[in-house]
């Protein structure tokens, strides 16, 4: 019983739903088919046990064998980060750990703290169309999930944290160091896009990479071995950008820009003048009357704006725009594929 126990407490809310819509399409069917009946218990046996194989497996996954711990800010990059350490040879010493936040967006106010975790995802709630379900919204879940997942990370593993020069993993850079700042482990902070730049960028070919989630898996398995080339980070570094942290940590702004090798808070509606243009430029050579989807003009600015936002936060001030009256909109609002809009 006390296995049973810990395996539910240990279930994430997305784990918990789709065990029970498992369960009760068992039933359904078995209430429907007499034969299956028969194998209601044996197939109820196979959920009980994936589930608490599941849990074993993940406490089991950070154990003695793992030598290294890459720390990323997103699913693309982490994906292909893991794709180029098993090519390499190295998925049974090496993991990743994900800290899944658009840190350039959204109050960072506190947000190693429960009161600022709620505030951040009752504000993504409010004005994001994330795409996501109500799960990622759910504020039963555990506040200080990321001091959770980080708290897995055995000590004789080293531990690598993953940046660019953008605001998002920048930010991201100072939360975990804060959130590590009482580990003994071996801590490198690797820029992964300066290391690239350095590797591969000449005067004819310069491509300049807005987060790593853009870097190809071959440019990751090349630069992967530089990541302690230079040492471990400094205390007295380690030590700045804790600091670093708390200063972020004060601000209510909503938004963060990466602006002469700095973060940088701006005001919420600083994009939409920008935003704005885009629309105009878009219907320059268009009927006066026509309007244009919601979805192009994001992508649109997304695609020409040198700074790692995210198109969440562009469609969210595209709404403002239509809110403040300032564009005409046809459709609902849900998300960017639903609407369009036009200059009023």
């Excluded at 591969?200 to 302690?228: H, M, S, W």
Aim: charge should be negative; proline fraction near 2%.
């Amino acid at each position: 019983m006390l296995e049973i126990h810990k395996a539910v407490e240990e279930l994430s809310t997305d784990d918990v739903r789709q065990a029970l819509k498992l369960v009760m399409l068992q039933i359904e069917i078995a209430e429907q088919n007499l034969e299956a009946r028969e194998d209601l218990f044996n197939n109820l046996k196979e959920l009980y046990d994936s589930l608490l194989n599941s849990q074993n497996n993940n406490k089991k996954e950070l154990d003695s064998a793992v030598t290294k711990i890459h720390i990323v800010f997103g699913d693309s990059v982490a994906g292909s980060l893991k794709l180029a350490i098993k090519q390499l040879g190295l998925a049974d010493s090496n993991k990743v750990i994900t800290l899944n936040e658009s840190f350039s967006i959204g109050p960072i106010w506190q947000l190693h703290t429960e009161e600022g975790w709620l505030k951040r995802k009752e504000w993504f709630r409010n004005h994001i169309n994330v795409g996501y379900d109500e799960s990622y919204f759910d504020m039963e879940e555990e506040a200080f999930s990321h001091q959770s997942l980080l708290a897995q990370i055995p000590e004789q593993a080293s531990i690598v944290i993953w940046c660019g020069n953008n605001a998002h993993e920048q930010t991201g850079l100072r939360y975990a160091l804060y959130l590590l700042r009482h580990h003994l482990n071996g801590i490198y902070v690797f820029n992964a896009e300066e290391a690239c730049s350095r590797r591969y960028n000449t005067p004819e070919t310069f491509i300049n990479y807005l987060q790593l989630g853009e870097v190809p898996v071959d440019k990751l398995k090349a630069v992967i071995g530089e990541a302690e080339e230079n040492g471990q980070t400094t205390g007295d570094i380690r030590q700045q950008l804790v600091k670093e942290w708390l200063a972020l940590a004060e601000h209510d702004e909503v938004l963060r820009i990466w602006n002469q090798s700095k973060i940088q808070h701006v005001d919420e509606d600083y994009l939409d003048d920008y935003l704005f243009e885009t629309v105009e430029s878009l219907l320059q050579h268009k009927p006066k009357d026509e309007f244009i989807k919601a979805a192009r003009v994001v992508g649109q600015a997304l695609g020409y704006y040198e700074q790692c936002i995210g198109d969440s936060y562009f469609e969210y001030r595209l709404r403002e725009l239509i809110y403040a009256g300032k564009l005409e909109i046809k459709g609902v609002p849900r998300a960017m594929r639903f609407y369009s809009v036009r200059l009023k």
